[in-house]
C-alpha cells in the first residue's frame, strides 16, 4: 500500500495531467466496486499529490472503515488530517496506527505530510509516547 508522501512537493503540469488521468480512471474503477481497496489506496495517494486533501481525506476515511486492522490506513489518515489541519484526530489516527503495529518512526518524524502537525503542540505527547515505547524495546 502506497505511504502519502512529498504531498507539498510542486508538480509540473504534465504531471498533473497525468495525476488528474489516473485519478479518473481510478474514479470510475471505484464507482464500479466501492469496496476496491488497492484502487482507493492509489486514489488516496494521487489525490494527495494533487493536493487534493479533502477528497484524499475522505477516501482515508473510507478505507479506514474497510481495512480496520491495518496501521499503513491508519498512518495515512493521520497523514489526511494532518494536512486539512485536524490535529487531534491526526493524533488519534497515529496512535492508532502505532496500536496497530505501525513502527516506521524514522519516516514519521520526516514525513512531510506531518509536518503541520509536528509543529503542533499536541505532536510532543505523542513523541513522549514513542520515546516510551523505544525505551521499553530495548
Known amino acids: 500500500m502506497p505511504v502519502k508522501s512529498s504531498a507539498r512537493k510542486k508538480i509540473s503540469q504534465a504531471e498533473g495531467r497525468d ?3 489516473k485519478i479518473g480512471f481510478l474514479e470510475g474503477l471505484i464507482r464500479r466496486d ?16 494533487r493536493g487534493r486533501y479533502l477528497d484524499g481525506l ?3 476515511e473510507r478505507l479506514a472503515r474497510l481495512e480496520p486492522r491495518s496501521p499503513l490506513v491508519f498512518y495515512n489518515l493521520a497523514c489526511s488530517y494532518s494536512l486539512t489541519g ?8 497515529l496512535e492508532r ?5 505501525y513502527r ?3 519516516w514519521l518524524a520526516r ?6 502537525l509536528r509543529q503542533q503542540p499536541i505532536y ?13 524495546a530495548r
Request: aromatic share 8%; no cysteine; net charge negative.
Open 97 to 101: 496506527a502505532i496500536q496497530l503495529g
Open 19 to 21: 495525476l488528474d488521468t
Open 34 to 49: 466501492p469496496q476496491y481497496v488497492d484502487a482507493l489506496q492509489l486514489l488516496g495517494d494521487h489525490y494527495t499529490r
Open 86 to 93: 485536524q490535529f487531534d484526530r491526526a493524533v488519534l489516527a
Open 58 to 60: 475522505q477516501v482515508d
Open 111 to 116: 514525513d512531510p505530510d506531518l509536518k503541520p
Open 124 to 136: 510532543r505527547d505523542l513523541q513522549n509516547k514513542i520515546r516510551q515505547m523505544k525505551t521499553k
Open 104 to 106: 516506521d518512526f524514522n
